[in-house]
């Protein structure tokens, strides 16, 4: 398969099969290129990830490049919710594993709420342990990932971590700080 054939490929998918958005609240435009850190699919979100365009005379874009992210798996070993009884109320995911390499890191995180379920893909940093050979050397993680709870409605509310941790959390009241007219 060629280059061209391949970016073809890549252009279909993007632009017309599958609906895209970016999953960064900020994009980065020079006047030349636009770089988008993560495109979420309806099927897939944040795996497609440092997106970048070229904007070309004619009114086109041209892609430039592009990675594809990879979940992590087996390094994560527990997820815990973190729920502040204040008002409005916040509520956290705390991830924790260990990478079995030294060059292990955490990457990118996305999140996507779908009616009262929030997806979270946590993907691997700067590496995939399936193509790069690393140092032995056990080292731990623990990320907090902050859920945008504000302005829910009362009710029962559950999460994902990639695929393979689920739970359930209630707001026991509207989360939605009142605001007095003028």
Same mark, same amino acid.
């Given at each position: 398969? @060629? +280059?061209?054939? +391949?970016?073809?490929?890549?252009?279909?998918? =993007?632009?017309? =099969?599958?609906?895209?958005?970016?999953?960064?609240?900020?994009?980065?435009? #020079?006047?030349?290129?636009?770089?988008?850190?993560?495109?979420?699919?309806?099927?897939? /979100? *944040?795996?497609? /990830?440092?997106? %970048?365009?070229?904007?070309?005379? *004619?009114?086109?874009?041209?892609?430039?490049?592009?990675? !594809? *992210?990879?979940?992590?798996?087996?390094? !994560?070993?527990?997820?815990?919710?973190?729920?502040?009884?204040?008002?409005? %109320?916040?509520?956290?995911?705390?991830?924790?594993? @260990?990478?079995?390499? *030294?060059?292990?890191?955490?990457?990118?995180?996305?999140?996507?709420? +779908?009616? #009262? #379920?929030?997806?979270?893909? $946590?993907?691997?940093? &700067?590496? &995939?342990?399936?193509? $790069?050979?690393?140092? /032995?050397?056990?080292?731990?993680? @623990?990320?907090?990932?902050?859920?945008? $709870?504000?302005?829910?409605?009362?009710?029962?509310?559950?999460?994902?971590?990639?695929? &393979?941790?689920?739970? @359930?959390? #209630?707001?026991?009241?509207?989360?939605?700080?009142?605001?007095?007219?003028?």
């Amino acid at each position: 398969m @060629t +280059i061209k054939t +391949i970016l073809f490929v890549i252009a279909i998918e =993007l632009f017309t =099969l599958r609906t895209a958005y970016s999953n960064e609240e900020h994009a980065a435009f #020079n006047g030349d290129v636009l770089a988008i850190g993560m495109v979420d699919f309806l099927e897939e /979100q *944040g795996k497609v /990830q440092d997106v %970048t365009f070229k904007f070309k005379e *004619g009114n086109e874009w041209v892609l430039l490049g592009y990675t !594809m *992210g990879s979940e992590i798996t087996r390094e !994560m070993e527990s997820v815990e919710l973190i729920k502040k009884e204040t008002f409005p %109320t916040q509520v956290f995911i705390k991830i924790s594993g @260990t990478f079995s390499s *030294g060059c292990g890191s955490v990457g990118k995180i996305s999140h996507k709420r +779908i009616d #009262n #379920n929030f997806n979270i893909s $946590v993907y691997y940093g &700067n590496y &995939n342990p399936s193509e $790069v050979i690393c140092t /032995q050397g056990f080292h731990s993680f @623990t990320r907090i990932i902050p859920l945008p $709870v504000y302005s829910l409605k009362e009710g029962n509310y559950s999460y994902t971590v990639n695929g &393979n941790f689920t739970g @359930t959390f #209630n707001l026991s009241s509207d989360n939605e700080l009142e605001v007095a007219e003028q």
